[in-house]
């Protein structure tokens, strides 16, 4: 939830946790998109393979005038914006700050 959404996507969520729509960048707070989908295959076939496609002005707008139920799972955690350069450093910033959140990856071979 942010309460200055204008950045973001935000999402008005019915009953049931289902999407009912997606709105592009708007003044106002809400539930903002994170930009993280799990799709089953048989959704994404529905779309033309082999072309750049936007989830948010292309596959959710097709998806809910199709009437597929989307759920969507609401977190509340600290969101790391980093769509500026201002809040990239900021995101930066955040994470040497909270090192024990972001374990190491492990060593490869």
Do not use: M
Not at 73 to 84: C, E, R
């Amino acid at each position: 939830w942010q309460e200055d959404a204008s950045r973001y996507g935000t999402l008005e969520i019915g009953e049931g946790a289902i999407l009912k729509a997606f709105r592009e960048k708007r003044a106002g707070s809400g539930w903002i998109n994170a930009g993280v989908y799990l799709f089953r295959d048989a959704i994404l076939a529905r779309f033309p393979p082999q072309r750049p496609l936007s989830f948010e002005t292309e596959v959710f707008p097709s998806l809910l005038d199709q009437g597929v139920a989307v759920k969507v799972h609401k977190v509340q955690a600290p969101f790391l914006d980093i769509g500026t350069p201002e809040s990239l450093v900021q995101a930066e910033a955040f994470v040497r700050g909270n090192q024990n959140w972001f374990p190491s990856p492990p060593e490869l071979a």
